[in-house]
């Protein structure tokens, strides 16, 4: 089936009672247990699972490609299962340009435990080099945060499966109508649900989905039932509900994404477009072969500095000022401020999640802003 019915079908079934079209959503911890000591409803306890968890980990499994999903609290947390399920001491290696959140996760609460290098993955080389017996990760976000880098996802697995090394691939920025890291040979995808998932920046959620029901995935299923950072009821609810039309949200910020980035490549006041469905991105080879979309997120740099960043920033009418991505509305934020002092992001760079608002507003926005 093509993504757009499995978003509609997979996460929804005719309750079997009450015949709802909708799924009910089950706020009750516990479940009845039938006179012989079973469970008939499949459930025990909240924490383990719940019918509407179940359901949107069903969804997104099927729409990666994969045999089974686990959803979290937060991005953060999912991430954090993966980083917990590894033996103590394991190395683990990351891009040098990761989500500040997971990035300073493992730098300030993994420190001692596990090991790490933030590396440039797509130089083969520098990995390679930085392979030791004890690595056991290669974790990758692609295209990343905030500088667009698109890696090769094929020719990191073939080099991390030689040495029996398992890949993660953050897939928040691509979500899987633009990219399915499964199908080129990761073993795990991550992403923040809070994002395009959710849609309209109103919930938190993280999901992880796996190539295969084995060994490490029972690990991670148990940092997540003993750990607990599961979702509630209602937020796995609307996450279903929300990821019937992802696959046309997602079209519609591509299209649009497309379009603002060839407006600021032409405009006279941009010193540099970070967006890898524009020939001039250094990537856009691998990106045209690995993705199925180009994203809905853009980077820009501005002439002038930081003031002049500032400037635009704050002339803007139609984009909010915010962190986050992947809401149905426009949001621009000046990424060094959000990463803080020891962020290697330019001081003139301006990170925008574009919206579904139509291209002609944006547009017209950001003429006058830039001025
Ligand atoms: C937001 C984000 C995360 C973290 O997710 P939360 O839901 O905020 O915990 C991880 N990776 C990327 C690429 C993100 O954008």
Redesign the pocket.
Known sequence: MKPETIAIHAGNHVDASSKAVIQPIVLSTTFERAEDGTFPGGHIYSRASNPNRELLENVIAKLEGGADAAAFS????A?MSVFQSLAPGTHIIAPDDM?H??RNQLKILFAGILKFDFIDVNDIDTVNRHLMPGTGLIWL?TPS?PLLKVTDIKKIVALAHKHSIKVAV?N??ATPICQLPISLGADLVMH????YFGGHSDL???VLVTAQKDDWWQKIRDVQVYGGAIPSPMDCYMLVRSIKTLPYRVQGHVHNAQLLAEYLEKHPKIEQVMYPGLPSHPQYQIAKEQMLGFGGMISFTVKGGEAEARRVINGLKLFTRAT??GGVESLIEHRATVEGPDTKTPFNLLRVSVGLEHIDDLIEDLEVALG
């Open positions: 937060s991005g953060n947390a991430g989500y959140g997971l976000e945060n953050d928040t920025f923040s649900s809070t994002k938190m959620g993280g986050s991505l």
